[in-house]
């Protein structure tokens, strides 16, 4: 028996069954400072101690995308080492701030099963969250994919396919405990426009790019211990390049939309997502947003907005999908989410 | 009206006006590692707390650059976005130092104003200062751009050239309180060369050499949230190069001159600086220095030396400028400074 | 008399001298955060502060190879400036984990002197020791490097060839006071075989691979504060290549190992290494190990095997040397150490 994981085949996942992910990880200033080396990040809430303490919080929070980061990739050996391809997300929610010093650690449950009409291949539903060192989940997602099976022979399981919401209302939403946006400083945030200043179908050019480069996307996949092998070698592919990972994708994009979004301080949900088209070394990544939907919480100050937030290596902002709504070839990403505004 | 920054043109500024930048940052041990991953920075006193204890100081403080590009780079979308070039500084000091877990905002005064002949564009002189979580003043320094007109039709101000010091006395200069070099370990520091060992005129040639990737460069002004566009998008030149950020020049020259300035602790001050030629991956810098003046001050063992910072990519120590007093192709920084040395 | 270190050659030494090494070092959770984007770190003890305090320590230390990096950093102006070759390691031994805050810094023995029969170099044994702030000693091994002398008119020291153990016994090992593996969590640390799973003569292939970039190892040597100039400047070499810090190779092939060996949560002794050929940038490493030999310690739950780890760029696991005992072209690194398992 060999001692290295193999990963998990199609037919090794049972429905209901809860999978403990390895290694769990404490963060650190360091983990702070290399995301904001990694991206240009700049939102306030994430950069600055004061700017967080001003709106409630203990102290600057490690980027939300950065948490996401971190509990996904404790669940890549146990779900998608095997993967054939990451098909959507649903549903997933921040639920506390995640700080410096926190422990996270991540769990699965599985909670849809459906092989393919080919029967070499599944889809395979897991709820994943994250949890840090007080057992407090401070992340919940939705996420699926394409898994091969390792022996054809095995039957199919019952097909189950969960019920997902296409996208989550403001009220599913979790404002982190005190947060508290009404003597917010729009100065030190960088931009004036505050959540009454966006309206639905609105599209922002956030008009920054950024060309990546191999050692960039490797490090920042390896500071969340993802582990899957076509991101870091190099001989996986007939044409020598490495696929970078979708996170990374939406990172970059999200660091760029601080250009005409500064004040989405935080992520609350994600509603879904789709890597359109794989990312290499050399693109320049550029970035849009449209304004998809509105709505206020109950915390002072604070609205949510929902926003689509699209990644491409060119191509006019507000360009999707073409005629046959197929994702043009520049397009990478097309994120679906909820973010916190003052009001 | 767009949601995204435009800059400022030149016709935006007013004499007197005062500019709070925005996003501030608190900065930790990350940073730290960073600034000593990105360069070979092994001055004592910003690598060791009990090096910086036996100094009189609380604890190890972020190297003295590291503070300034984080100033700097908070004042970029609001100076230097539609600058068509970084013309000078002068009278810059170094107020305090910063530790890890410090928070730093910037605000800049426009001291000067000068359109060009050509009507097409200006000179902006702004002071900026850094300032920390108890709003003292950590950084100040003088900067004057070259910047572009939105509107060619709008009348020229009335010029207004500040009164800037060629540099910077020892008088000027602001020793850390509690600084003190009096039981100063010449060992662990690396050099035996004191203060009193340099003499006006001596140059030395720090031998060592680094070949600069384009992954590092973007990865440190990104640390930095520094925005420009030309460090990070391929895409915004011909030769589908990216600009080095000239701090990252700078910083890189003088983790170099560690190699026979390795007692020059602390840096005091600014008194100019040119980015004599653009600087690209692929460069392998080296540098040198020149001693240019020496003075005393009141704390216990602690002088002060003005030296010439030179990065080149090749040519001799020594050799700056050609015969009609053009910096040489190769020259890549002229930085005039002040430093701290045990006595 | 020029103000940079030329560095030492083979007669500036003498038998039992102390080198004390410059700059010493505060880690911090910066530190940390670098290896893990630097190397696919997924060791649980190094990555947790609950895990390892589930296992007896105060919180989770710095990578053992971190500490080590450090160390050798510091004796590099003073050992291997001037060496032709980094001949061998013995007697490795780690005697207390590094915590993020403490300052290292590093001592040399000179217990060895032998001049080549040429005349134009001789080999050097140090045992350089790594002490923290409170003058513990963290870290100890033996290394013998080959150094040019300067004038080879110099006459040659009595030869002195220090007697060093082919191995260390697990006797010799040093277990971190607190350490108990008796309530070891094996699904955190994400691979369920324990110290009685192996056996000697076992070949595990680690079966991930990584492609080097520049910039990377660039980083990481620059962090452990290196100066080789060879790792960083492409003008060194007619081919323009930057050779890789051994140590990287080092710390690569051991964080590819958690894939076969999640469970060696710490490193115990070294009993030698061979960087049997270079690496340079573009390289993909892989890495493979032969469980050499066992044994039980006194601390609860705490067995130790000894490994043989090998660093490839191709060639099939357990591979390692040609007819003639030459090690194969694509073998990188052959070290030979002792870690801590959970029994």
Redesign the interface.
Known sequence: M????PGRFFEDYRLGEQI?H?????????????Y?????????LT?????ARACGLA??PLDDWAAFHVVFGKTV?DISLNAVANLGYAQGRWLAPVY?GD?L?AVSEVIGLKENSNGKSGIVWVRSRGLN?DERVVLDYVRWVMVRKGDPAVPAPDPVIPELKPALSVEDLVVPEGLDFSSYDF?????R?RWG?YEPGEI????????I????H???T??W?N?A?VH?????REDGK?LIYGGHVISMARALSF????NAQLIAGLNGGAHANPCFAGD?IRAWSEVLEKGKTAAPGVGAIRLRLVATRGGAPGALRDGVGKYLPDVLLDLDYWAFFPI
């Open positions: 060999p001692k290295t994981n403990e390895a290694v769990p990880r404490t963060v650190s200033g360091g983990e702070r400072a290399l904001h080396a990694l991206y240009p990040a700049r939102h306030a950069s600055s101690d004061e700017f102290r600057s050996p410096p422990t650690r060192q100065g030190l945030a960088g931009e426009h200043d922002i050019d956030h008009t920054d790019g950024v060309t480069e191999e050692a960039e490797m490090i920042a390896r500071l211990q582990t092998k870091f070698d190099a001989t996986q490495r250009n005409g979004l500064a320049t």
